[in-house]
Every structure is written in C-alpha cells, then in structure tokens.
C-alpha cells in the first residue's frame, strides 16, 4: 500500500514576517503578479509594498470577491500579459485559492500571503471553486503545493477575533475526518492513503486547539501576538493544512458544502459551516458522549456555531434540510470517506440532533 504525504515548499510564520516579502519572493522571479483584496490594497499593502519592490518588479491586481473560474480567467489573463513570472496572493482564503489557480493556468510558482488565520487553504494543492454567486461548484487538484507560504501574525492579531474562530471550526475537523480515513484506508487528496505523519500532524491540531483555543481568541481580542496565538494560527494554517490534504476529508467539509445550496448561509465563514458539519458528524458516526461534549464546550468557549440558528438557518424547513443533506451525500463527495454507510436521510437526521444538541445545551 502506498501513502503519500505532500508539504508547502517553504513555511514562514512571525511577528513582521511581511518585511521579508520581498526577499522571499525574488526567488522564484524577477516581476511578480500580486492579488489583494480590497481590506489588503487599501490598508495594508501601503506599508510593505516599498520593501517589496526593492526586490523585484510587481504588478497588482484587485481580487474580485469570488474564487470562480470567471475571476481565475481574468486574472491569468491580465498576469500572462504583464510578463509576470510569479503569482502572489495576499488576502484570504479565496483570494488564495484563486492565486493558487491562476499559478497552476500559467504554470508559474505561487507565493501565499494569509491575512487572516481563518480556513486551512493556504498550505494546500488545492483551490475550492465556486459558482460567481457564491455556491460550491468543485474542488480543483492542483500537482504541487504553494513554493512558499508567509504568516505575519502582527496583522493576524489586527483582524477581528471572528476570523481566527472561523480558522478553528475549519482545524476542528482535521482530526475527525482524519481518523474517519485512516478507518476506512480512504485517499486523502493524493488519492494514496494518509501517512502516520499525517494522522498525527493531524491528532495535534484538535490537540492545540483545545490546549490554546480560548486564550488565542482573548490574544486577538486585544490585537496581541502572544505564544498562543501563535500556536493557534500554526494550528489552523499550517496543521490543519497538512492534517486535510495529507490525512483526508470526511463527512465535516461535505456537510459544509451542502450547507452552501442554502442562500442563508452565505453571510457566515466557512469555518463556521464547517464546524457545525463536525457537530453534525459526531452524531452521523456515533461517537461517545465524552467526545460530543468535549467538542461541544470548545464550540462555546470559543464561541463557535452550535445551532442551525448560529449559522443562519433559524427556521430551516425540512426540505431545506434534506436539499443540504442530498447536496452532502452527492457521488464523489468526500462523506463517502466516513467508515459507515451513509445516506441522505441519515445525514438528514445528524444535523436534526446536532441542532438540538446545540439549544439543550444552550438552554441549560
């Protein structure tokens, strides 16, 4: 049997990381194409874009909101005319994963600049598509991993607390849907096998989050860079990256991916769906009760989505529901990975108790 573990060419991460920018990305190029978003172009690339450009060339474009192929042609295009040699992305994570796919159109090195601490995308060879309204349409394997991947954690600290959270309820599943693999001998985005590497980058992701979760968020809260923080933006980046693409995904991430044929769901972060589709799963794979609540209380101290309300959906109806759950358990759905037979009405019945889980416990 053969596994397969894959890595980012490079990870740096710190406090002022982003004065090295420039001297990290000179490596791979002479005239870089940079993707910001707006939040990045208007506040924070003035201050480093100087440093930046003693090293190389560089032309920057606006990001456009949505990691569609539409924006993907768009900027490949503007970066193919430009004589870029290099793709940058600097934002979140869907700017990432549309810098990660215009790499891939042009067949040129990517480096990765995360704003925000907010989803595991940066590490990974993977770029998750959308439709321009904002619904999930495919996932787009890419053959290698970004060539460097750069974390300020000074402007980490600077973002709403909210992000971080979201980055935790997107790491909350690695595990979960990690061991759900390694069960079931399923591939993990290779399409090999996870290695015990992987497994075990993976066991110390849900670890740190529930060592430092709590603490990273109160860090953030006060726009402070303190060791925990730095263990949590660790976690969700680069742990949870590794722990996904190398150990696999199960049941958490499809729920997630249901969840977005609701129009309700598209104001809330994609940590945040995913972390109720974890809820969702402990129920869909019969977990012990000690785990339920363990995963439960980290939810609420961090202050993570425990209820369809939490997300958006108070009042759901029932066909509502089953669209989401049908969604989930669509051919070729990562669910699938889940050591159990699995079907729409069961995951149907998981998000009914992990909502009601949620109130009781709120209730309370």
Same mark, same amino acid.
């Given at each position: 049997?053969?596994?397969?573990?894959?890595?980012?060419?490079?990870?740096?991460?710190?406090?002022?990381?982003?004065?090295?920018?420039?001297?990290?990305?000179?490596?791979?190029?002479?005239?870089?194409?940079?993707?910001?978003?707006?939040?990045?172009?208007?506040?924070?690339?003035?201050?480093?874009?100087?440093?930046?450009?003693?090293?190389?060339?560089?032309?920057?474009?606006?990001?456009?909101?949505?990691?569609?192929?539409?924006?993907?042609?768009?900027?490949?295009? %503007? #970066? &193919?005319?430009?004589?870029?040699? $290099?793709?940058?992305?600097?934002?979140?994570? *869907?700017?990432?994963?549309? =810098?990660? @796919?215009?790499?891939?159109?042009?067949?040129?090195?990517?480096?990765?600049?995360?704003?925000?601490?907010?989803?595991?995308?940066?590490?990974?060879?993977?770029?998750?598509?959308?439709?321009?309204?904002?619904?999930?349409?495919?996932?787009?394997?890419?053959?290698?991993?970004?060539?460097?991947?750069?974390?300020?954690?000074?402007?980490?600290?600077?973002?709403?607390?909210?992000?971080?959270?979201?980055?935790?309820?997107?790491?909350?599943?690695?595990?979960?849907?990690?061991?759900?693999?390694?069960?079931?001998?399923?591939?993990?985005?290779?399409?090999?096998?996870?290695?015990?590497?992987?497994?075990? %980058? #993976? &066991?110390?992701?849900?670890?740190? $989050?529930?060592?430092?979760?709590?603490?990273? *968020?109160?860090?953030?809260? =006060?726009? @402070?860079?303190?060791?925990?923080?730095?263990?949590?933006?660790?976690?969700?980046?680069?742990?949870?990256?590794?722990?996904?693409?190398?150990?696999?995904?199960?049941?958490?991430?499809?729920?997630?991916?249901?969840?977005?044929?609701?129009?309700?769901?598209?104001?809330?972060?994609?940590?945040?769906?995913?972390?109720?589709?974890?809820?969702?799963?402990?129920?869909?794979?019969?977990?012990?009760?000690?785990?339920?609540?363990?995963?439960?209380?980290?939810?609420?101290?961090?202050?993570?989505?425990?209820?369809?309300?939490?997300?958006?959906?108070?009042?759901?109806?029932?066909?509502?529901?089953?669209?989401? #759950?049908?969604?989930?358990?669509?051919?070729?759905?990562?669910?699938?990975?889940?050591?159990?037979?699995?079907?729409?009405?069961?995951?149907?019945?998981?998000?009914?108790?992990?909502?009601?889980?949620?109130?009781?416990?709120?209730?309370?």
């Amino acid at each position: 049997m053969i596994s397969t573990t894959i890595f980012p060419g490079r990870y740096v991460q710190g406090s002022g990381a982003l004065e090295r920018l420039g001297s990290e990305m000179v490596r791979f190029g002479k005239k870089g194409f940079v993707i910001c978003d707006s939040f990045v172009l208007e506040n924070l690339l003035p201050d480093f874009r100087q440093s930046m450009e003693q090293s190389l060339e560089v032309v920057v474009e606006k990001f456009g909101g949505e990691c569609s192929d539409e924006e993907i042609s768009r900027l490949a295009d %503007l #970066a &193919k005319g430009a004589g870029c040699e $290099l793709i940058v992305g600097i934002g979140g994570g *869907k700017t990432l994963d549309t =810098a990660k @796919a215009v790499a891939y159109e042009l067949k040129l090195p990517v480096v990765i600049v995360p704003t925000l601490a907010s989803t595991d995308a940066p590490c990974s060879a993977l770029s998750v598509i959308y439709t321009p309204n904002g619904e999930f349409k495919r996932y787009l394997i890419l053959p290698k991993n970004p060539d460097l991947v750069l974390v300020d954690t000074k402007i980490i600290a600077q973002a709403p607390a909210r992000f971080l959270v979201s980055g935790m309820g997107d790491a909350l599943a690695t595990w979960f849907e990690a061991e759900s693999c390694m069960k079931k001998y399923a591939k993990n985005m290779t399409g090999n096998v996870g290695s015990m590497t992987a497994y075990a %980058l #993976a &066991k110390l992701c849900y670890e740190t $989050l529930l060592e430092y979760g709590v603490a990273a *968020k109160s860090s953030c809260e =006060a726009n @402070a860079v303190t060791p925990a923080l730095e263990h949590i933006v660790e976690a969700n980046t680069l742990l949870s990256g590794l722990g996904f693409e190398s150990g696999g995904l199960a049941a958490a991430h499809a729920i997630h991916n249901g969840l977005t044929v609701l129009e309700q769901t598209h104001k809330y972060y994609h940590g945040e769906k995913v972390a109720f589709g974890t809820l969702t799963s402990l129920f869909l794979t019969d977990k012990p009760r000690e785990i339920i609540d363990e995963v439960y209380s980290f939810c609420e101290s961090v202050g993570l989505p425990t209820t369809l309300a939490d997300i958006g959906l108070d009042g759901v109806s029932d066909e509502e529901l089953m669209k989401v #759950a049908e969604a989930a358990c669509a051919e070729g759905e990562t669910i699938h990975n889940e050591p159990i037979p699995v079907t729409p009405e069961a995951v149907y019945s998981a998000i009914k108790t992990a909502d009601a889980e949620g109130k009781r416990r709120k209730a309370v």
